[in-house]
């Protein structure tokens, strides 16, 4: 997302302006083209030349270059940039920011830029706490600016609190993330993911090996296309990075059709990633089942609900249900009959024949069915990238 984009990282004077540097090191390697500005404070923590060599432009800091005289257009700046990154933010420049203060190249390029802007606060517990922060802050927020929240830990003095600049890789994904088209604006997406338990007793149940990450990086990616999201969640130990996607936490196959029952009713997409359990045990045991001494136990089981299925005889015309097929073997026509059978608008096949394919790793490997009975076969991938496939899929089927 940030391939050719223009950004000006503006590095005031903080002890995290260390940081900094790995920052344009990972813009830069995401495609960008960075220009450093740096406050003429921020020059006494890092040297500019580490960050001119890391970005490849020289630094910009002063109205003019001192040797040659030439002035630095803070206006063409502003409107070369597509979007402005001040990282680290001291309380000084967010309130310079904040009151038009353009006592210095960074400000004065801020004021002129028409770009979007995030603000990356780095400082003090105390100075953060400060009603003056808190204003200032609120001040750039009513401005449209964008305000990366910094991290509680550590600080340079040695103190606990909120005022650790929030590392660089988020601060990279805050901005690339800005940048996705938000072409789901609007639109409500459900999606079940990890294994479901069935209990036996206290202390067992049958389940399986779904991690849930297909899942999540489904909701992420439904996250950053601007949809609200709904995760019904069998048991998993990921965690979503944004805090907009909404969990709603479930274990057997039972209550996961309950809760995607309900959240399915005013939803627009709803895709099936969870590994559900076939069978569940027909009776719990409502103590620990001892092991006797020549008896083994014998547990019937029963069949659970297919909440694909379900889903698909409840379906509307508008709404887009998705299923997924892990298979082993004829995994075209399996895929293909379970795309029919369960009224789904699409199928993603993944083949467990494909290594790096299937439950627990980063990576998949899928060919996406459509009911016009069109396919796609997609290289092995990152997940994240394989959800991007999918719903880059959906939006093309439903125009
Ligand atoms: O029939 P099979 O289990 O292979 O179908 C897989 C698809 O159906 C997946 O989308 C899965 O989430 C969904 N499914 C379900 N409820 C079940 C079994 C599968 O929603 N009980």
């Not at 204003?135 to 830990?153: D, F, M, Q, T, V």
């Not at 660089?168 to 639109?187: A, Q, T, W």
């Not at 996250?223 to 995760?231: K, L």
Request: proline residues 5%; hydrophobic residues 40%; glycine residues 6%.
């Amino acid at each position: 997302m940030l391939k050719g984009k223009h950004i000006i990282l503006g590095v005031t004077g903080g002890i995290a302006a260390y940081k900094s540097a790995t920052l344009v090191r990972l813009l830069v390697k995401a495609g960008a083209e960075v220009q450093v500005v740096m406050t003429p404070s921020a020059k006494q923590f890092v040297a500019p030349l580490t960050f001119s060599t890391l970005s490849g432009k020289p630094v910009i800091s002063e109205f003019f270059t001192a040797n040659t005289g030439q002035w630095n257009s803070h206006v063409d700046l502003g409107l070369w940039a597509d979007a402005i990154i001040i990282a680290p933010a001291t309380a000084s420049t967010i309130g310079k920011m904040a009151n038009g203060v353009a006592d210095n190249m960074l400000v004065t390029t801020y004021l002129s830029a028409k770009a979007p802007v995030f603000i990356a606060p780095a400082m003090d517990l105390d100075m953060m706490a400060h009603p003056s922060t808190t204003r200032n802050l609120e001040l750039l927020k009513s401005y449209g600016n964008h305000i990366i929240e910094p991290a509680s830990g550590e600080l340079a003095s040695h103190l606990i609190g909120k005022g650790r600049m929030e590392e660089p890789e988020n601060i990279v994904r805050v901005l690339s993330d800005f940048f996705v088209p938000k072409d789901l604006e609007g639109k409500k997406v459900m999606i079940t993911a990890g294994p479901t338990y069935e209990k036996i007793d206290p202390v067992r149940f049958i389940g399986n090996y779904s991690t849930g990450k297909m899942g999540y990086a489904l909701a992420e990616e439904a996250a950053r296309r601007g949809a609200s999201v709904t995760i019904v969640s069998g048991p998993v130990a990921v965690k979503p990075q944004s805090s907009d996607i909404r969990i709603v936490s479930v274990q057997s196959a039972r209550e996961m059709l309950d809760a995607a029952q309900k959240e399915f009713v005013d939803s627009d997409i709803a895709i099936m990633c969870a590994a559900v359990a076939d069978y569940a045990p027909d009776h719990y045991a409502d103590k620990k089942i001892k092991r006797e001494k020549d008896e083994i136990p014998v547990i019937k089981l029963v069949k659970n609900p297919d909440i694909a299925a379900t889903l698909g005889k409840e379906k509307n015309p508008h709404q887009y249900l998705v299923g997924f097929a892990l298979e082993t073997d004829s995994e075209q026509s399996n895929a293909r009959h379970k795309l029919h059978s369960k009224n789904l608008d699409m199928i993603v096949l993944n083949s467990l024949r494909d290594s790096g394919a299937g439950f627990g790793t980063d990576t998949n490997k899928v060919t996406i069915f459509t009911n016009d009975g069109s396919s796609e076969s997609f290289d092995l991938k990152s997940k994240d990238r394989v959800a991007a496939d999918i719903f880059d899929t959906i939006i093309k089927s439903q125009k």
